[in-house]
């Protein structure tokens, strides 16, 4: 028995066997479908000692609140080649970024970002809490943020928090295709349905399941559902030495989430992850030209 799939995932393998299916009856009746790769999103797979790419977490925390249009303007500012967010949807299924399933700790209000409507949302401070430079910054919805990521050559990770029906799914690839992001853009997520639900409303979108701890075989688990790659903890990769070079083998990509410090920074370097997500992008960027001359 293949050991990766535990309880969650058991109730889901007979859906996921049905979405194979369609999609490649859709590749074969559908000419020019193309399913994304993981060398063709984030370049040559990494060898160890190579420079992973570098993605701000929520844009770049170091420089602006979290989240936030200005977060994202001094990401885009920088020499990272992707940013990474969180989208939920309010409780009038507009998608806006945030991270927690309450408002509580960045911005002036309280309760959850789903029982709030969107005109209620943008009524918020998100950015006093940071510092008084930020005062009245709002939370931004999904539409505001592609539409400043648009004139930029920046890549994006989309990370779709908690559980979205296809519908759902539908509102947020509709909102990048009419930005003409389709080909910058990947999906996120720790939820396997939401993974399988994206596949189904759109099969050529990268797809990255995110996992605090790795499953014992993450290539089957890659693959079984169409993802690109794992964005997992370093702790996880020290349990599972071996699954970046397993990954790398099948053609798949390995990504780190959070890594704030040159001693995590080196460790993931010297495994040879792909991507690296961090607060301190800057940083960063500034150790890799250092370390890594010419890159």
Do not use: C
């Not at 050991?3 to 859906?15: A, D, E, G, H, Q």
């Not at 369609?22 to 060398?39: D, E, K």
């Not at 701890?213 to 079984?224: C, I, K, M, Q, S």
């Amino acid at each position: 028995m293949t050991t990766w799939f535990v309880r969650p995932v058991l109730t889901r393998v007979l859906p996921a066997l049905t979405v194979t299916a369609a999609l490649v009856a859709a590749m074969v009746l559908v000419p020019g479908l193309s399913r994304a790769s993981a060398s063709n999103v984030f370049g040559e797979l990494r060898a160890p000692g190579q420079p992973a790419f570098v993605a701000g977490h929520r844009g770049d925390r170091a420089a602006a609140p979290e989240n936030t249009i200005p977060a994202m303007k001094s990401a885009i500012a920088s020499e990272m080649e992707f940013l990474e967010t969180d989208v939920q949807l309010t409780k009038d299924g507009v998608p806006v970024l945030m991270h927690d399933e309450t408002i509580d700790r960045t911005t002036n209000g309280t309760g959850e970002v789903g029982a709030l409507t969107y005109k209620a949302l943008r009524k918020l401070d998100a950015g006093s809490w940071y510092s008084k430079e930020f005062k009245k910054t709002r939370v931004p919805s999904l539409n505001e943020f592609l539409e400043v990521v648009e004139p930029s050559s920046k890549k994006v990770l989309l990370e779709l928090k908690g559980f979205w029906e296809e519908d759902e799914v539908q509102t947020v690839i509709d909102l990048v295709r009419a930005h003409g992001l389709e080909h910058r853009v990947s999906f996120a997520s720790f939820d396997f349905t939401t993974i399988m639900n994206i596949e189904k409303r759109g099969a050529s979108f990268p797809r990255i399941i995110i996992m605090r701890e790795l499953p014992a075989d993450p290539v089957g688990l890659a693959n079984h559902y169409g993802a690109i790659a794992i964005l997992t903890s370093p702790d996880s990769l020290e349990t599972y030495p071996g699954a970046v070079d397993d990954m790398h083998e099948a053609g798949l990509g390995v990504l780190l989430y959070t890594l704030n410090s040159e001693e995590r920074w080196s460790e993931a370097i010297g495994l040879g992850v792909d991507g690296i997500i961090t607060d301190q992008p800057s940083l960063l960027d500034g150790w890799l030209m250092k370390t890594a001359p010419g890159t």
